[in-house]
């Protein structure tokens, strides 16, 4: 399987536009800083290490133009900002900026274009890992019948395409897939865009794993009747506190997973993890707009793409990308160093070249 965002020749990149799956798969072509951004933006690309990726080839590109100081800051700035939620975006910007800063102008593009380079060979490697140690953790749930599927329970789309391979949430699932562990998995639709549905369901039939998407809310009872072992979703923002941020509905399964004494796992790469952001209630919450909420997109018996109203016309609706699941509704975090509660003294351990975590939290007396 190839990667999700490839690298066809210096300073051009292609992926595939997202926002037509999973009724057409086309490729696109991504070769300078404006078409980054505006994929980002328009979630042609999505996904919390996918969009850092594609944003740190971006800032590359950019720099082709105008690798001056003050271009370097303005422009780091713009990419970033592309989306406010997953903090990839920023630290992946962030570390080809400083790059691109420590360099002389006239080769700073090419530098910014080689750290991002490595950036996603990292991001591969480390969804690998992250594959391999939610495998065991999961397989470890497997119940005395060897025929019956392992059941698991996924939110939005943390697979391959959101990231340059391999996935995060469903590295493990690929995993046991390849090791010949029976699994099944259900698939939230995920309004209002329905990244489960139309594209978690996309990836897990191109890979061949069996699944069955369901309605958002229709995962509480499927727990309360045993037919769901684990729950594991991705993230696009770990706070200090170890308070974690992903797609808005992913809280309320956090809570019935609790009730259900289910274990609920959160994969999550380190570059998912923000030190510089206390707890849950400092992360910014994307707002998107309304009309994904009060229109949906689907395809027609005779095959064209169409976008219908669900709702009276004029109807007010609120549209919040991601929610916060408490850390402590989290079984573990599933990062490629291996497992770690979500708490502060969790992350800590995980970092043990140092993690900064703010005053507020840091109890009388307890090392920074
Ligand atoms: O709005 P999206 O589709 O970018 O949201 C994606 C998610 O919430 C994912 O779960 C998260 O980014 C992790 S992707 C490995």
């Keep these: 399987m190839s990667r999700t965002l490839r690298v066809d020749a210096p300073w051009q990149l292609s992926t595939l536009d997202q926002t037509l799956l999973p009724f057409e798969v086309r490729e696109i072509r991504l070769g300078t800083a404006e078409q980054c951004h505006e994929a980002i933006t328009a979630m042609r690309v999505r996904g919390a290490p996918l969009i850092g990726a594609v944003g740190a080839f971006g800032l590359a590109m950019a720099l082709r133009q105008d690798a001056s100081d003050e271009g370097l800051a303005r422009l780091a700035r713009w990419m970033s900002d592309a989306r406010p939620t997953a903090v990839n975006l920023s630290w992946a910007v962030e570390r080809v900026r400083r790059v691109a800063a420590a360099s002389e102008g006239s080769v700073r593009a090419e530098r910014a274009w080689a750290e991002a380079q490595h950036l996603c060979d990292e991001d591969a490697e480390c969804n690998r890992q992250i594959g391999e140690h939610g495998a065991s953790l999961l397989g470890a749930l497997r119940r005395s019948d060897p025929a019956r599927p392992l059941q698991i329970l996924t939110h939005c789309n943390a697979g391959r395409i959101a990231t340059v391979e391999h996935g995060t949430a469903l ?25 489960g549905a139309a594209l978690t369901a996309w990836e897990l039939a191109q890979a061949g794993v069996p699944h069955t998407v369901i309605v958002d809310n229709a995962g509480g009872l499927l727990m309360m009747r045993g037919r769901i072992d684990a729950v594991i979703t991705g993230c696009d923002r770990v706070a200090a506190n170890g308070d974690v941020a992903n797609k808005i509905g992913t809280y309320l399964k956090a809570l019935a997973a609790a009730d259900n004494g289910i274990p609920f796992y959160v994969a999550c790469p380190l570059s998912t993890v923000d030190p510089g952001t206390a707890d849950g209630a400092a992360i910014a919450v994307e707002e998107r707009s309304a009309r994904e909420v009060t229109h949906l997109r689907g395809q027609l018996a005779d095959g064209r793409v169409a976008e219908i109203r669900l709702v009276p016309e004029g109807a007010a609706a609120l549209n919040p990308g991601f929610d916060i699941t408490p850390g402590r509704l989290v079984t573990a975090l599933i990062t490629e160093r291996g497992p770690a509660p979500a708490s502060p003294e969790g992350l800590r351990g995980i970092f043990p070249e140092g993690f900064a975590i703010p005053s507020a939290l840091r109890p009388e007396g307890a090392p920074t």
């Design 171 to 195: 590295a493990p699932v690929y995993r046991l897939h390849q090791a010949g562990v029976p699994v099944h998995v259900w698939v939230d639709e995920t309004r209002p865009r329905n990244q």
